[in-house]
């Protein structure tokens, strides 16, 4: 199976929120990363079919989606960033009400409800309101019902925004046992996540796809990039204000620093091993300050 999209583009006015996207997607995770205004939502929910591209083709193995038709949304499973409950129904009835809307037949659809519920650690509360759910409760009923239809293209949208640590694991575990045979796109500003699961990492900024590269080779292009020095409690207030410091350790009243810079930020700054954090802030630090939130 391979999803294919061709020069896609999708423009509010003068604005290109995408702008010329091509990229070819076979089995596997795909870490999207880019900072708010990146265009990232907009590129997942055209590739969901809810957002029409202003022009560019979706294909799946080689069929545009407009020829696939109602067969294309058979093949997807979605959890937008915000995901619409019912708060007054359980758990199951949201279940059933989704296959229902998914157009699955009943029977399997029960049964595969209550196996997912479980899957994701909701069986003992399958029954209780959607109401009563702590934020991370709701996120794996959010990924229970994306994945209803056995999806062979699940999209993620900031998935574990606003979880605690603990259940941030759990549902990045759940995701790689989800990911088996499957393209799936998974977006998020919790760059640790991404590091986890993903096979690819694309980075998205303006509009654009800068990189694809293969998680383990994604580093390669900032090497020598990442510094580490140490200063005084003056200096380190100078470097942050001039350099993207990534990290502060204040130790023995000296601070330690790790910058990430095309050269060195002074004569005893000392190279260290860069991390997909680093090659985050590499290409984002200066949108992260002023770039608003993305709603596209």
């Not at 022009?55 to 080689?62: A, H, N, T, V």
């Not at 919790?190 to 998680?215: F, H, N, T, W």
């Not at 580490?228 to 470097?239: G, M």
């Amino acid at each position: 199976m391979e999803l294919q999209l061709q020069r896609l583009c999708k423009q509010y006015g003068k604005k290109s929120a995408v702008d010329h996207v091509s990229v070819h997607l076979r089995p596997g995770v795909y870490g999207l990363l880019g900072a708010n205004g990146a265009g990232k939502t907009t590129l997942m929910r055209m590739i969901c079919g809810i957002l029409k591209p202003t022009s560019g083709s979706i294909r799946l193995d080689g069929r545009t989606i407009q020829e696939l038709g109602e067969r294309y949304y058979t093949h997807l499973g979605y959890m937008p960033q915000e995901f619409g409950f019912y708060p007054d129904f359980t758990a199951r009835e949201f279940m059933h009400y989704m296959a229902a809307v998914k157009g699955l037949n009943k029977k399997k659809a029960k049964a595969r409800a209550g196996q997912l519920l479980e899957l994701v650690n909701l069986g003992a509360a399958a029954d209780k309101k959607i109401r009563s759910f702590s934020g991370g409760m709701k996120q794996r009923l959010g990924i229970a019902q994306a994945q209803l239809n056995h999806p062979d293209i699940l999209i993620l949208d900031e998935p574990t925004a606003g979880l605690d640590p603990k259940e941030r694991v759990r549902f990045r575990n759940l995701i790689s046992d989800f990911a088996r045979d499957k393209i799936v796109i998974l977006s998020t500003h919790i760059v640790s996540d991404v590091s986890y699961i993903a096979d690819v990492i694309l980075i998205m900024k303006q509009g654009r796809i800068l990189m694809r590269e293969p998680m383990e080779h994604v580093t390669e292009s900032i090497c020598g990039k990442v510094w580490e020095i140490w200063a005084d409690e003056r200096e380190a207030k100078r470097y942050s204000q001039k350099l993207c410091v990534v990290r502060f350790h204040h130790e023995n009243g000296r601070v330690r620093l790790r910058i990430v810079a095309d050269s060195a930020p002074a004569p005893d700054a000392y190279n260290v091993e860069p991390s997909l954090e680093d090659l985050f802030l590499y290409y984002f630090n200066e949108a992260m300050h002023s770039e608003g939130s993305e709603k596209q």
